[in-house]
């Protein structure tokens, strides 16, 4: 009797202590994306990426709690869902207001290159206050806001 429940203690333990290990990965690589301001230094062709234009500003902040990413992408404000597994990330449901900004130009093309790059991201990665989030051969390149 006593070694059937040691038996079944250990077992117990040791998928309580595999499927705790299993969720950690993820989490973390969550949480260095998660519940902060991130601004938008460059974007577009990975290894040769463009500044922001000079007098924009494009942010993003990814909610832990309902799983949705908003801000300002230069000019119109989104907002969208996204699913984080491990360094994969997925966006949906990406909307945007429809305001047109003739100032500075070329704005409602960088907004336009910036939302397609979300929609279609694979993954992402966070290392030194920097976030870069892939998608094929484009890329966004953010730092901690």
């Known amino acids: 009797m006593l070694i059937r429940r040691l038996f079944f203690g250990l077992l117990l333990l040791s998928l309580v202590t595999l499927s705790t290990g299993a969720c950690t990965t993820t989490d973390d690589a969550a949480a260095d994306l998660e519940d902060k301001d991130w601004l938008l230094e460059s974007l577009g062709e990975k290894g040769n990426p463009r500044a922001v234009l000079e007098g924009t500003t494009v942010t993003a902040r990814f909610d832990s709690a309902g799983h949705r990413v908003q801000g300002s992408a230069g000019c119109n404000s989104y907002f969208g869902d996204y699913e984080v597994d491990g360094n994969d990330i997925s966006f949906s449901g990406v909307g945007n ?8 130009e070329g704005v409602m093309d960088q907004e336009t290159d910036y939302l397609t790059i979300l929609r279609d991201s694979q993954s992402f990665e966070v290392a030194d206050g920097k976030l870069e989030i892939t998608a094929g051969d484009q890329v966004l390149v953010f730092q901690e806001d």
């Open 97 to 104: 207001t429809e305001m047109y900004c003739m100032e500075p």
